[in-house]
Nanobody
Framework: VQLQASGGGLVQPGGSLRLSCAAS????????MGWYRQAPGKQRELVAD?????????????NYADSVKGRFTISRDNAKNTVYLQMNTLKPEDTAVYYC?????????WGQGTLVTVSS
């Protein structure tokens, strides 16, 4: 599984950005995709993910970190094998490198990371 993330940049507090992550390669049987972030000096943390990705018997299960609930929205485009992260009302503490990931048969795959800087 190859993951290509894009959409990071510099934005002022209160602004918005949308991150994209396109999956390619062996993408069948992906069970989850999501976004993590890592701020300087901190551990990587979950931002949002979608599980039950390929299970047609169940609806998607969407999870958000408490710190982004109500501000960030994760979504998917099946036709493009892409997951998005719409980030609104950005705060300086959202500054981090954002990584997309995918889980397939118990293995985790990571994209290259895209830097989001929230600053005036």
């Amino acid at each position: 599984v190859q993951l290509q993330a894009s959409g990071g940049g510099l934005v002022q507090p209160g602004g918005s950005l949308r991150l994209s992550c396109a999956a390619s390669g062996s993408i069948s049987s992906i069970s989850a995709m999501g976004w993590y972030r890592q701020a300087p000096g901190k551990q990587r943390e979950l931002v949002a993910d979608i599980t039950n990705w390929g299970n047609t018997n169940y609806a998607d299960s969407v999870n958000y970190a408490d710190s982004v609930k109500g501000r960030f929205t994760i979504s998917r485009d099946n036709a493009k094998n892409t997951v998005y992260l719409q980030m609104n009302t950005l705060k300086p503490e959202d500054t981090a490198v954002y990584y997309c990931n995918a889980v397939r048969y118990g293995s985790t795959y990571w994209g290259q990371g895209t830097l989001v800087t929230v600053s005036s």
